[in-house]
């Protein structure tokens, strides 16, 4: 991953040169609609102040876990142990991204959501409050953070949440046979690292249809996510991307004739 000094020169370059994150000047119907009616909404929603109170639990929580990682922070798989509170605070969502996932689904209505990458489930928790009767399929490799996770929708009564465990490199491909044959809506979190990325992305292509859409987690946190980014926006089934620096977002929308990418100020 890049050091704190790059991503910070990286995130400035980003903000100065990234179009208004008003929709001043952006001229695609869609793209502008996306800005001033999600990106934009600074309504207050009742799941709000419910969810980001388990955060701070979470984040006080010092109970110890035995994990196992499947993603950039190990390659060799070793199990080790971290307190609940040290994930909390490195690898949940900030507010405002978790929040935006969840405008995305209440206003797009997807029939169904993937996200790989539970974690604590706060993400999760924002992704199955925006419609209670769509289901949502969370995946996490680490059985103790996923049982953790599982605790946190009992206490937010979310019952609309599927939990499956384990690699992803094992179980992506028999959920998206067997649970998913269409994927609406997806938020891919698992793996900081080029080629799974690229291979998720691969995987759910043949799931994907005109109106589907994906979410990349921290697309600039190293120089193999960057990578990844580029040849993920720059496939042809994509039409339409957006970058909002500390995630990307892909369309496969038809009426887009001629693909645009879009870095945007959030």
């Known amino acids: 991953m890049y050091s704190p000094f790059k991503l910070g020169v990286k995130y400035l370059r980003y903000w100065f040169t990234a179009s208004n994150g008003k929709g001043h000047g952006v001229h695609a119907p869609f793209v502008f609609e996306f800005i001033t009616a999600v990106l934009n909404d600074d309504g207050f929603y009742y799941c709000y102040p419910q969810i980001e109170s388990v955060r701070t639990q979470l984040k006080n929580d010092n109970s110890v876990l035995e994990l196992e990682d499947f993603g950039a922070g190990s390659r060799v798989h070793a199990s080790y142990k971290r307190k609940v509170s040290d994930i909390a605070g490195s690898s949940l969502k900030p507010v405002k991204y978790a929040q935006l996932l969840f405008r995305m689904v209440n206003f797009y209505q997807p029939k169904n959501v993937l996200e790989l990458g539970t974690s604590l489930g ?143 100020r959030f």
């Open 122 to 264: 706060i993400t999760t928790a924002y992704l199955a409050s925006a419609n209670n009767t769509v289901p949502v399929i969370t995946m996490e490799g680490a059985k103790a953070v996923a049982a953790v996770a599982r605790d946190n929708f009992k206490a937010l009564r979310l019952e609309n949440i599927k939990i499956v465990e384990g690699n992803f490199d094992v179980t992506l491909k028999d959920v998206l046979q067997k649970q998913l044959p269409k994927v609406d809506f997806a938020f891919i979190d698992g793996n900081h690292r080029k080629e799974p990325t690229i291979e998720y992305f691969q995987q759910l292509l043949p799931h994907m249809h005109e109106y589907s859409m994906v979410v990349f987690d921290d697309v600039h946190w190293s120089e193999e996510m960057e990578a990844a980014w580029e040849y993920i926006k720059a496939h042809e089934a994509v039409t339409l991307s957006m970058d909002l620096f500390f995630i990307g977002i892909i369309f496969f929308r038809k009426e887009q004739k001629v693909k645009q990418h879009f870095t945007i």
